[in-house]
């Protein structure tokens, strides 16, 4: 089982940039695909970014392309998420989840919450306008 601690959330104004990182800890991390979701008041939790397995593929929600980064370090492991031309739709909590995968699923990309067995505690994200 792996533990998920996500940290780096904050409160910062409409342009500003952000990075959230997720420590992972308790197994190895480089079996894992690893993915962020993001849940706003109201509102069903919903993918923002994943990366799998390998490490050199990404996939994003359309209402982050090209704003946020996902990208991660297994020596440290840890995945984070750079946000840029932060909007104020983008305020929510946001959650890191790890999916343990097969070797024959290393360069797959995961975007569902069902799709993920572990997650972390969130982090609270706010932009103001």
């Known amino acids: 089982q792996v533990q998920l601690i996500e940290s780096g959330g904050g409160l910062v104004q409409a342009g500003d940039s952000l990075r959230l990182s997720c420590a992972a800890s308790?197994?190895?991390?480089?079996?894992?695909?690893m993915g962020w979701f993001r849940q706003a008041p109201g509102k069903e939790r919903e993918f923002v970014a994943s990366?799998?397995?390998?490490?050199?593929?990404?996939d994003y929600a359309d209402s982050v392309k090209g704003r946020f980064t996902i990208f991660g370090d297994n020596t440290k492991n840890t995945v984070s998420l750079q946000m840029s031309t932060m909007k104020p739709e983008d305020t929510a909590v946001y959650y890191c989840?790890?999916?343990?995968?097969?070797?024959?699923?290393?360069?797959?990309?995961?975007?569902?919450?069902?799709?993920?067995?572990?997650w972390g505690q969130g982090t609270q994200v706010t932009v103001s306008s």
């Open positions: 989840a790890a999916r343990l995968t097969a070797r024959s699923t290393f360069a797959v990309t995961w975007r569902r919450p069902g799709d993920y067995a572990y």
């Open positions: 308790g197994r190895t991390f480089s079996n894992y695909a």
């Open positions: 990366i799998n397995t390998r490490g050199d593929s990404t």
